[in-house]
Structures are given as structure tokens and as C-alpha cells.
């Protein structure tokens, strides 16, 4: 299968969904909204791809992609496009896994509710389907033991791919062509990795520039097709090893933060627990941090995160959101944001003190934790508190009405959470509901 020419990636255009093909889409990219598959972590990838392609031809999509014609072949013997041919010698049996282990939409933290298949399923990609997997799967893969046989390469284990623990974070500016020039960053440019670039599985390599990290190989994987090419099988093993090191100039399509003024940026990851569209609001506010959210953004559109939340080697899921594009200073955010914090620490406070009550041989942090319990409470407040930034950033309430707004809402929450307790314990109620004690200035609790 020819990517370059061949219909495989899904989109939704200005008269409806299509499926096209790399230079059909980079002939119409005025006209295609968004990449859309049923697969967000999918369409993450496909647009990093596409990011690394227009950084390698500065701009001139279709002539860079008419000028690499025959490095796009899926099933090539050779050089086969995001694969490392060197497995193609030891597939057999023991080293070739169910073509089901390729997209991360049938795996998670077990079974996954609702579907059914597993490793005898006997499930076939599509050719287009696989070239999409293969393409997630290389930025998001997560660590953890490999299925290869470790007598192979002499891996056993295999770091988190480029992006498992670096979320894309980009500019949406309406349409693609409007959305890759708003995402073009000052620094080195590097090389477009179409195939395997060489080296040995589990070494490092020269980081490059923007488009290698864009496209770095962090599987060693062969794709096992049938005789009318679709996928049946899959081979897969550690690929380069990037480092975990985040340099904003080689990888400036992330979401930074710092811990401490006096410390550096580093990238932030993502969990599923934390509303991405936080994260935005956070590094947006971030005055001074690196990456794309410091450009000056389009007037309209979105700013948006997808990434994989993961820890080690087990799946959370994906984790994806978007916020229009701030219309107040990136101060005025800082004051947004501040005052989420301010409301989430009095929910959390009030929660933990009547946990106290309850369970006093309980900590916060330990198992069984009232605090663990009452999460459906602050997973209700960041629901509430969304549509109450979103109006702030798009200039409909004031910074000064949505910090009012939220402590509005996290007294809310503590009403509804005492309530849930009086019939129990009408102390811990009590203590729910009553505001901490301010601080004395110059003592130390």
C-alpha cells in the first residue's frame, strides 16, 4: 500500500467526512477540518506526521511529498514505511503477536467492558487501519515488557515512545492548512524518519531536530500481513531510545510546567484523573514557558492536548480536551487558574477534615482513604468549573465573576458531600462545611 497516493486517512472536510490519501489531503488542506477517525490517540499521530512533513518541506507540503514518492510503501521488502526491516528475518511463530495488539483501543487495565476481543480473535487491519495503528503506536507506545523474545536483540524491556509521556498539544486554527502554519516553531528542523533509520533496538541515537522527534521510531515493528494485504500478525520490540530529557526546541508541541521558579520547565504529563483542559489553562498561564502555547496565537480557534495515560507499562486510556483560544492576557489566566486551585484546595480540605471524623486512622494518601472515596465529588467540580473558564477565556464573564463562580462552586460540593454524611455522622458533616481557621500571620501550624 502506497500512503502517498492510496486513501487511508480519515478526515471531516468542509462537505463532510472522506478518506484520503497524504497528497489528496496536502492538495486540500484548506478544506479538512481535522483528522477523525474513531481513534483520538490515532489522529494525534497522523497530525505529528503531518507537523514533520511540512516542517521538512518549510511549508511546501505537496512538493515535499511529491519529492519523497517510493518512501511511503507500506509492505515495501526494503525500507517498509515506519517499520524496521531487520525483524523481517526472524518472523515465525515465537515472534510474530495477534494483529489485535496493535491498536491500543482493544487493551487497558485488563478487559476492556464491552468488548470482547483477545489475542484469538483472529482480527484483521485493514491495510489503512494498520498504517494508523503503526503510526499511534510509535508515539505512544508505553513501557514495560516487550513480546519479542529477548534472545533476539537482547531486550527485554522497552522505554515509553516520544509521546507516551509528552502529550501533543497544538494550535487549532480552523482548517489544516491555517493549523500547520500556526504550529511551525523556531528550531532545528532535522530529518523526516520514513523508515527505520538505522542502529540497533535499544540504543540511542543524534536527536536530530523537530521532525525526528515528530517521527521517531520507538518500536521496532514489522507489520505480518495476508496475501491480500491485510494485517494478521505484528512484530514487535524496543525500538531508539529517546531519552527523557524534553528540550523545548526539539520538542516544542507539549505542555510545560515547573515546580518552583528557580527550577526548569519539563514537560507535563498527562493522567487520567486530570481534565486536559487544566493542563491547557495552566500552561497557556504559564507567562514565560517554552513551546507553542508561548507563540502568539490566532485570534480564533482552539488550543487542544491528546495523550495516553499511562503509568509504566499499564493503560488509563487516552486523554484528550481543548479550550478556545484565550481572549484575556496570559495574567489574567494566571488568575484563573489560581482560583481553580484556591477552589479545588477548600473541596479537598473540607473532605479530608470530616474523613478525620470518619475514619481517623485513615490518611489522605493511604488505601481506603475517605478522600479516595469522595473523588466522584472533585471529578463533579472540574466538570462545573469548564464551562465556567470557557466563558472567562472567550471575554463573556469577567476573570473577577469566574473566581466569584468558582468558590460558588466548591462550597456547592461541600454542601452536597455533608449531606451525603449527616445520616451518618452529623460531626463530620459539621466539619465539611466549616471553613478552615486563617492562618495567623508569622505562626507556623
Given amino acids: 500500500m502506497d500512503l502517498l497516493t492510496e486513501s487511508w486517512i480519515d478526515v471531516f472536510t468542509v462537505d463532510g467526512p472522506a478518506t484520503l490519501s497524504l497528497l489528496e489531503l496536502a492538495r486540500n488542506l484548506g478544506d479538512v477540518l481535522d483528522i477523525a477517525s474513531s481513534d483520538p490517540l490515532e489522529d494525534a499521530a497522523v497530525l505529528r506526521i503531518l507537523m514533520a512533513a511540512d516542517l521538512a518541506g518549510d511549508g511546501d507540503l505537496v512538493g515535499w511529498l511529491t519529492s519523497t514518492a517510493g518512501k511511503w510503501e507500506l509492505f515495501d521488502a526494503s525500507a517498509p514505511f515506519g517499520q524496521n526491516p531487520q525483524l523481517r528475518e526472524h518472523v515465525g511463530e515465537r515472534t510474530v503477536g495477534p494483529a489485535v495488539t496493535l491498536p491500543y483501543r482493544f487493551a487497558g487495565n485488563g478487559a476492556v467492558l464491552l468488548d470482547h476481543h483477545h489475542n484469538e480473535s483472529a482480527v484483521r487491519l485493514t491495510p489503512a487501519a494498520a498504517a494508523r495503528a503503526l503510526l499511534m503506536r510509535q508515539q505512544f507506545s508505553v513501557g514495560g515488557i516487550q513480546p519479542f523474545p529477548e534472545t533476539i536483540f537482547g531486550l527485554k524491556a522497552a522505554k515509553a515512545a516520544v509521546a507516551a509521556s509528552r502529550p501533543l498539544v497544538w494550535i487549532d486554527a480552523g482548517n489544516l492548512a491555517d493549523t500547520l502554519a500556526a504550529n511551525r516553531r523556531p ?95 495552566t500552561a497557556y498561564a504559564s507567562i514565560d514557558a517554552p513551546g507553542v502555547l508561548a507563540a502568539d496565537l490566532p485570534e480564533r480557534g482552539r488550543i487542544r492536548l491528546a495523550g495516553l495515560a499511562s503509568y509504566q507499562s499499564r493503560l488509563d486510556g487516552p486523554v484528550t480536551g481543548a479550550l478556545p483560544v484565550p481572549q484575556i492576557s496570559r ?29 481517623p486512622s485513615s490518611t489522605p494518601t493511604s488505601p481506603g482513604a475517605w478522600w479516595k472515596r469522595a473523588m466522584p465529588t472533585d471529578s463533579r467540580l472540574n466538570h462545573d468549573l469548564e464551562p465556567v473558564v470557557r466563558s472567562a477565556l472567550t471575554g463573556e464573564i469577567t476573570v473577577t465573576d469566574a473566581v466569584d463562580a468558582m468558590r460558588a462552586l466548591a462550597n456547592l460540593c461541600v454542601d452536597e458531600f455533608a449531606g451525603t454524611l449527616a445520616h451518618r455522622s452529623p460531626v463530620a458533616a459539621v466539619a465539611a462545611t466549616t471553613p478552615p481557621a486563617p492562618k495567623k500571620e508569622g505562626v507556623t501550624p
Avoid: C, N
Fill in 187 to 281: 528550531g532545528p528542523v532535522g530529518a523526516f524518519q520514513h523508515s527505520w533509520p538505522g542502529g540497533k533496538p535499544g540504543h540511542d541515537r543524534d536527536r536530530g531536530g523537530q521532525a525526528d522527534a515528530l517521527t521517531w521510531h520507538a518500536r521496532s515493528m514489522l507489520l505480518v500481513p495476508d496475501s491480500d494485504g491485510y494485517v494478521t500478525g505484528l512484530s514487535i520490540t524496543e525500538g531508539l531510545r529517546y531519552g527523557d530529557d524534553t528540550d523545548p526546541q526539539l520538542i516544542p508541541h507539549t505542555s510545560y510546567k515547573r515546580k518552583k521558579k528557580s527550577e526548569p520547565y519539563t514537560a507535563w504529563d498527562v493522567h487520567a484523573a486530570r481534565p486536559a483542559w487544566r493542563q491547557l489553562l
Fill in 331 to 359: 495574567t489574567e489566566a494566571g488568575v484563573l487558574d489560581t482560583g481553580i486551585g484556591e477552589a479545588r484546595t477548600y473541596l479537598i480540605g473540607r473532605v479530608i477534615a470530616a474523613g478525620r471524623i470518619l475514619a
